[in-house]
């Protein structure tokens, strides 16, 4: 069954670097997201993408945040200046539309 | 979004059949409820979902009262692999379908 991957797995940074999170999400898919889980908390939002441009983002998705699908297979987001409160796990997932969503297993990120 | 109410916790023995109730009393004519879940260190996971009618898959069971605002996913026998939090989720029809999880019921089954 296709699956949606995400690397890596887990991603230690500096407070203030710059990190990108990758994903392919399932190849026939149409509508993209990220959503983030701080330990011991919900799974959030951050924001959904669809034909190239953002179609819904939550408060979390600031300024400091991008999305891009750069090559047409791989989906990536981008925090600029990472902090502290930025450490979560990082969900990607993908739909066709009229269809639950699929997730990725997630990259860890850990800022220090 | 309208809004979902969920048990905390639950325990089931494992073999058993297990019944994760939800309530979505404010459930708009065009809601989907949709269920998830999340296995440890795992990334959420779909299960189920279902309009009016009961639904079955080869994981789960999706019982949808007559009303639409209550519904109740059955895993008829539950093992240790189903331990997770399951999410109830009501979702618009439509192309878009965000899920927005809320805190959902941790499945503790029991050997």
């Known amino acids: 069954e296709p699956e949606v991957t995400q690397t890596p797995s887990h991603q230690v940074t500096q407070m203030g670097q710059e990190v990108i999170l990758r994903c392919v999400p399932i190849?026939?898919?149409?509508?993209f997201y990220w959503y983030r889980q701080i330990l011991g908390q919900k799974v959030e939002f951050l924001v959904s993408f669809y034909n190239n441009e953002i179609s819904e983002k939550s408060e979390i998705f600031d300024d400091q945040f991008s999305v891009e699908r750069p090559d047409g297979s791989n989906f990536t987001l981008k925090i600029r200046s990472t902090k502290l409160e930025d450490s979560a796990m990082y969900f990607c997932?993908?739909?066709?539309?009229?269809?639950?969503?699929?997730f990725g297993n997630g990259t860890r990120l850990t800022v220090t | 979004d309208a809004k979902t109410t969920q048990p905390n916790s639950m325990e089931s023995n494992e073999e058993e059949p297990v019944h994760l109730p939800c309530n979505h009393s404010t459930i708009s004519g065009t809601d989907y409820i949709h269920w998830y879940r999340q296995l440890p260190s795992q990334g959420p996971e779909y299960v189920i979902h279902g309009l009016t009618s009961n639904v079955n898959n080869r994981m789960a069971s999706l019982a949808i009262a007559e009303d639409r605002k209550s519904s109740t996913l059955i895993l008829h026998r539950a093992t240790l692999r189903d331990a997770a939090v399951y999410y109830c989720i009501l979702s618009r029809s439509g192309g878009y379908q965000k899920v927005t999880f809320g805190t959902g019921t941790k499945l503790q089954v029991i050997p």
């Open positions: 997932a993908s739909s066709e539309g009229y269809s639950p969503l699929h």
């Open positions: 190849s026939n898919h149409l509508y």
